[in-house]
């Protein structure tokens, strides 16, 4: 009965006020990171997780310390979002093939993005593509195919001004120009010094879908290049055919005139 009528006492005279205290100072605490945090930590991290894929395309083979230098990520920061991609199957690690070490130690790892990476990020109209090429197939024969790839292509470089001489400075300027052309059309495209000559990197390609089945879109653009350059140009390698980009080789030795 004692302690009965004390809680009673409690509950009328204290308990009210403590209660109102207790919800004004601790409530905020704990109901804050629930409401309002989460969702912008959220938010954030996708943004930054796209920031790595778009970096990986892009810039690709690269290393953690590099993502985490442009991007001002911790390096448990980008290993957490590397780790996230390559458990998806949206990254991987490059071979020793397609990396050149540089400097002493032990050579670091470079991450690039993979097939499956590129296709989360679209490839508007395919089906509707494809079914249309099928048909111009039907209608015009393998000709119309080819008339049809190199106009697109050149819809693509068509202000590209072809390289004046066979110096490698001209080569090199021209080969920049291809790759803005194509970045401006969707390919992320960029060059880089290898060797005695300079190769085309195209890191995405919206129609590869497409030209897997038509590969005549593929030998456009090396026919393109070629006649841009005024040189022989290879194709190394194509997303078409499930490569990490678009690879063309252009020599930078002029070619040699008739014996």
Known sequence: MRSEFRHTGVVKTETTPRATKESAVHAPSSAAPVETASPVAVGHEGHTRAAVVKLLLEEGPITASEI?????????????????????????????????????????KYFQITAKGRGRLGHAYDDLAGAAMRQLREVG???????????????????????GDHSAEGLETTADAIADAFTTAGFAASTRPVGNGVQICQHHCPVSHVAEEFPELCEAEQEAFAQLLGTHVQRLATIANGDCACTTHVPLVPPSGPK
Not at 93 to 108: D, I, K, L, T
């Open 68 to 108: 985490g230098t442009r991007l001002g990520l911790s390096a448990a920061g980008v290993r957490r979002h590397l780790d996230a991609l390559l458990d998806s199957g949206e990254a991987r690690e490059a071979s020793s093939v397609a990396v050149r070490h540089r400097g002493r130690g032990r050579p670091a």
């Open 141 to 163: 024969g393998d000709a119309a195919i080819t008339d049809f790839a190199r106009r697109r292509v050149q819809a693509i470089v068509g202000n590209v001004t072809p390289a």
